[in-house]
């Protein structure tokens, strides 16, 4: 079973600053998905990855499949930003079998 | 967009009550999932479904049970409710493959059983 670790576990940063958050896996996968969760519960899909780099508005996701890492940048950081940032991973292999999670990181941006 | 509708945000129940907690998709989704989401353990899968009337077990499916009837509505039960069943409950729904599409999330179901 991959085990799937995030750091940091919360973060409090100030307005504009550059944020990175990091995900790593154990065990191969076929896709990587970034995930947002506001308070109140609803999860929004921010990307799902396999390769390379991917980008949207002032949200950044990279992944380095070798060493199987995967960070989630901000830039120009937003209180609206504040929220539970979730790393997920797919397996490999037949079938549509769930992700599994790592255990989020609580972000807090101050105006 | 894909609309995921879960039944009901807040819930409280008793101990040893059946429970019935329902999500439904509009997208015509094959694959449809119900996770739990407890503080410090993050999101876990209890069962997920990629047809109808088939189930496969997740990672913690004691204490539950599914049921998909109709490709849209996939219900999760808690035969007899324990307090440890006490969680924020997820329902997910995706396209295809769940490894290679997006999941699409309701808003949860905060559930507490007294």
């Known amino acids: 079973k991959n085990e799937v670790e995030q750091s940091p576990q919360n973060l409090t940063a100030q307005e504009e600053e550059f944020i990175t958050i990091n995900c790593s896996y154990s065990v191969g996968i076929s896709a990587l998905h970034w995930l947002q969760q506001h308070p109140g519960g609803g999860i929004v899909s921010l990307f799902m990855l396999s390769s390379g780099k991917k980008k949207h508005g002032r949200l950044i996701a990279t992944i380095n499949i070798q060493e199987k890492h995967s960070s989630l940048h901000i830039t120009a950081s937003h209180p609206r930003d504040s929220a539970v940032y979730i790393c997920a991973v797919a397996g490999t292999g037949g079938g549509a079998d769930g992700l599994t999670f790592g255990k989020g990181t609580h972000l807090i941006i101050q105006p | 967009d894909v609309k995921v509708t879960q039944s009901s945000r807040y819930l409280v129940k008793r101990t040893g009550e059946k429970v019935f907690l329902e999500c439904v998709q509009d997208?015509?989704?094959?694959?449809m999932f119900w996770y739990r989401q407890d503080p410090g353990l993050g999101l876990r899968l209890i069962y997920f479904?990629?047809?109808?009337?088939?189930?496969e077990k997740g990672d913690i499916p004691e204490g539950y049970s599914v049921s998909r009837e109709k490709k849209e509505r996939f219900s999760l039960i808690l035969e007899s409710a324990s307090t440890n069943q006490t969680s924020m409950y997820l329902c997910?729904?995706?396209?295809?493959?769940?490894?290679?599409?997006?999941?699409?999330f309701g808003d949860g179901t905060r559930l507490s059983i007294l």
């Open positions: 997910a729904s995706t396209q295809g493959r769940a490894r290679n599409q997006p999941q699409h």
């Open positions: 479904s990629y047809d109808v009337k088939m189930k």
């Open positions: 997208m015509d989704h094959e694959n």
